[in-house]
């Protein structure tokens, strides 16, 4: 589980370690954020399966500091370099560790040839299941984006851009042609939604299918490529794009953390209609994880109606960054609370996690709420789908 930036002399320095046919022993060193073990915990349970079966891997372990809660430790070992660098390099490997991204600060890796060991013949090539709060694993989960009840992965990255280039970006992430949205015969692109609030830059993207696919696919299509130069002068952490390992790496901390995603227990024919809107919430620091959970109860109990007002809605997190997509049901456009995700029932609990907005229990707190974290729609695209790319 290897979430770090490296640089092609250290790529080739492991290499160079492992070409003797070495075991590798990798050390993934986290820092966490205060709050987040329960999270971090559940993202390691939902990755740590999914890595114990991939070709070259032999076993992991994940250690907590008895010095400090925050600071942990994965360690894997490898039948080779080889077989690691090709997992760590691959696009399975990103989507695997975006459970990680909303609840670690901070990471270091170190990688080793393993010269000399004992007990060499241990039988467990499994991750033990004792670390942290519970000895037993719950139902593992996927840690790619996972299908919604219609069968569409939603996902969301975002970044921030240059102040006062925002105009600039806004033309540039509108004005280019859509990619093919047939990738092969089981995956397909569905939506791309983009959205500004300030410098900030949120893409809400819909696949069916395989998202390594979908997402290698894209990189492949010439308008986009063309897209993602001209948007590069204006990005606060630009990329080479000609080093496939530094965009990859971009792209990793441009993803957002799934929260919550939800469609409705009954979709109606006039979902095709929903208006998409998205919120970029004012939270204080620390609290974008508390505040998730929130407008996730309230998102669930709404989506329970069949005639409630939500088609889908998608919430996002990382570190203090806290993303909600709302697909708002014709008819609707006046309601604050569906449209913010917060009721009566969570107000008081909502107003305390976020930045200048203490009242949320009357509609002029709403408003305010609404003023504050609304995104400038940039562009919504639906992919034109035949029936053989659907089916």
Known sequence: ???????????????????????????????????????????????????????????????????????????????????????????????????????????????????????????????????????????????????????????????????????????????????????????SLRRTSVFMRGPVVVRAIEITGDMGAAMAHVARQPQVRRVEEALNPHLVEPRNLDDPQAAREFFMRAALAEAFQRTSVRPRPDDERATRHAYLYPVRHGSAEAAARLLAEHDEAVLADPDGPLAATSVYVRQDLLVRVVDLRPGHDDDLAARLGVDPRTAARMAELLDGHDDLADTSGLRRLHEASAMASVTDRRAALTPEVTA
């Not at 070259?56 to 010095?67: A, K, P, T, V, W």
């Not at 399975?92 to 990680?100: A, F, N, S, Y």
């Not at 009840?149 to 004005?175: K, N, Q, T, Y």
Request: glycine share 6%; hydrophobic share 35%.
């Open 1 to 187: 589980m290897d979430t770090t930036v490296r640089s092609q002399v250290d790529r080739d320095d492991v290499a160079r370690a492992g070409a003797d046919g070495a075991k590798l022993r990798v050390l993934l060193m986290l820092e966490i954020h205060e709050g987040s073990q329960d999270r971090f915990l559940d993202a390691y349970e939902s990755i740590r399966d999914q890595v114990a079966r991939v070709p070259g891997h032999l076993r992991d372990q994940l250690c907590q500091s008895i010095e400090d809660p925050t600071q942990w430790l994965i360690t894997s070992e490898w039948a080779g370099a080889d077989e690691f660098l090709a997992w760590v390099d691959s696009p399975e490997h990103q989507m695997m560790v975006r459970p990680l991204h909303g609840c670690v600060r901070g990471t270091r890796s170190l990688r080793y040839a393993v010269a000399r060991e004992t007990d060499k013949n241990h039988p467990d090539a499994h991750p033990t299941r004792t670390a942290g709060r519970r000895a037993a694993a719950p139902e593992a989960r996927p840690a790619a984006p996972r299908p919604a009840a219609d069968g569409v992965i939603r996902c969301a990255l975002s970044f921030p851009v240059m102040p006062g280039s925002e105009d600039e970006v806004a033309h540039i992430l509108s004005a280019y042609d859509p990619p093919d949205p047939r990738v092969d015969d089981t995956t």
